[in-house]
């Protein structure tokens, strides 16, 4: 079975520059996930989508960041303008919906902002 | 809100040694599952235990093994006879409630 994928692996950009990542969940996993993982921390969800509807985005910043699932399969998140602590790994996440079903993710984007 | 505390930031041991990991909890919830995932430097996190607070058995596996202890919050984790692939970031997390709530991690380093 294919795990969750990610692209691109890895950006830099310019502040004030804007950048998207894009995710492509387990097939069948109806719950998706974004996280922001800064240097020597945990992951921090960012937002979490049930199909294509958003379940939980309270700690999006919804100034710069946007995130959308249109077809409740792949998902997009978009950064605009990049601030330099935007700096981070962005992870993506799946699980099958219902009850409390282990989370897998990808690879991630290492995101660098110059 | 949900907390998880893993105190140890990095632990360096030489190969072959026993090494724990600790992981401390604060929930709300009376039922929860607690994870533990490993990430590897190439980024990726990969799954390694999901636990239900019913079951308080411990869990082994292979050289892997942990001690869930309701009446501490804790639920630590074991690599017994370590190797230096088992170098990573390891991470602890609770559903929050249904995104997780992960701790800072611990560094574990492995020294041939």
């Known amino acids: 079975e294919a795990g969750v994928a990610q692209s691109p692996r890895y950006k830099i950009i310019e502040k004030r520059q804007s950048v998207a990542f894009w995710c492509n969940p387990i097939?069948?996993?109806?719950?998706l996930y974004w996280y922001q993982q800064i240097l020597g921390q945990g992951p921090k969800l960012l937002i979490q989508f049930q199909n294509n509807g958003v379940v939980d985005d309270s700690q999006l910043p919804k100034d710069r960041f946007s995130a959308e699932r249109l077809k409740g399969v792949d998902s997009t998140l978009k950064i605009q303008p990049a601030k330099l602590e935007d700096s981070a790994v962005y992870l993506c996440?799946?699980?099958?919906?219902?009850?409390?079903?282990?989370?897998?993710f990808g690879p991630g984007t290492r995101l660098t902002v110059l | 809100a949900q907390k998880v505390t893993q105190a140890q930031t990095e632990i360096s041991v030489v190969e072959k040694e026993d090494v724990t990991l600790d992981c401390v909890y604060e929930?709300?919830?009376?039922?929860?599952?607690l994870f533990w995932y490993k990430q590897p430097p190439s980024g990726e996190l990969v799954f390694l235990i999901r636990r239900n607070s019913f079951d308080e058995q411990n869990e082994i596996s292979g050289r892997y093994s942990w001690n869930f202890q309701k009446s501490t919050s804790s639920f630590n984790f074991t690599i017994t006879a370590s190797q230096v692939v088992d170098s990573a970031v390891y991470f602890c997390a609770l559903p929050d409630p249904d995104g997780l709530t992960f701790g800072k991690g611990t560094h574990l380093i492995i020294q041939p």
């Open positions: 996440a799946s699980r099958i919906a219902g009850g409390r079903s282990t989370q897998y």
């Open positions: 097939s069948g996993h109806a719950t």
């Open positions: 929930t709300r919830d009376t039922t929860y599952y």
